[in-house]
């Protein structure tokens, strides 16, 4: 398994306070993305990075900030938690962001689970 | 704009075989993924198909139809623990992101 960690593992805040989700990785990948995952719309992704300090939007950006000082690390904020920020956050990595013969797939985290009361 | 498509449901019998079937709409084609996701898990990665044709990996195969933008994936000799949701991404890189874009999963429960 690909060495992925996110932590917390869960999580209950109240709304409009701020959140902090990380995800570190120990594969040494160039691509690290966070993506929710909510019930009957899949996975969507928020932000993902393509190296340390370039990061970019994902489909679903709007109220969420990323940050990635290393490369094993790669945070996801919250300014001000909303109720329709309740979900499931999964954090990925890949080795390649074009594919290659191989794909380069996306390997995941174990996933937060966060409530926003 | 990309649009992929998956049955939201199906059930198969103990020992059956079950094809789970992804339809895509995109404007580049640069691979196909499947994963499977258990509930309350992360998603594992199953398979990738670039090009037409089937892939096969033990109990599992994916084909791919690019003309047709067509994939399945194929479950030989179903056993209870691959009851799970069955997820099919697509990389488009038309707009200039390789990111895969998912479908919204197809859960499968199998029965004994």
């Known amino acids: 398994d690909a060495g992925i960690t996110q932590s917390p593992r869960h999580k209950v805040t109240e709304t409009g306070t701020p959140v902090t989700l990380r995800c570190h990785q120990t594969e040494n990948h160039r691509y690290m993305y966070w993506y929710r995952q909510d019930p009957g719309h899949g996975l969507r992704l928020i932000h993902y990075s393509y190296g340390v300090k370039d990061t970019d939007k994902g489909e679903v950006s709007d109220g969420y900030s990323v940050s990635r000082s290393k490369t094993e690390d790669f945070l996801l904020t919250l300014e001000s938690a909303t109720s329709s920020q309740t979900s499931v956050y999964f954090c990925?990595?890949?080795?390649?962001?074009?594919?290659?013969?191989?794909?380069?797939?996306?390997?995941f985290g174990n996933g937060t689970r966060l409530t926003v009361t | 704009g990309q649009n992929i498509d998956q049955p939201t449901e199906m059930t198969a019998t103990e020992g059956a075989i079950v094809q789970i079937n992804c339809t895509y709409q995109?404007?580049?084609?640069?691979?196909l993924f499947w994963y499977q996701q258990h509930a309350g898990e992360a998603p594992t990665f199953l398979s990738y198909n670039v090009l037409d044709g089937l892939e096969e990996k033990g109990r599992f195969s994916s084909f791919l139809s690019r003309s047709k933008g067509y994939s399945y994936l194929l479950l030989k000799e179903l056993q209870m623990k691959d009851s799970a949701s069955y997820l099919c991404?697509?990389?488009?890189?038309?707009?200039?992101?390789?990111?895969?874009?998912f479908g919204r999963g197809t859960s499968l429960i199998v029965h004994p």
């Open positions: 990925a990595i890949s080795e390649s962001g074009t594919g290659g013969t191989l794909g380069s797939p996306l390997h």
């Open positions: 995109t404007s580049g084609f640069n691979g």
């Open positions: 991404a697509v990389r488009d890189p038309s707009g200039g992101s390789y990111i895969p874009t």
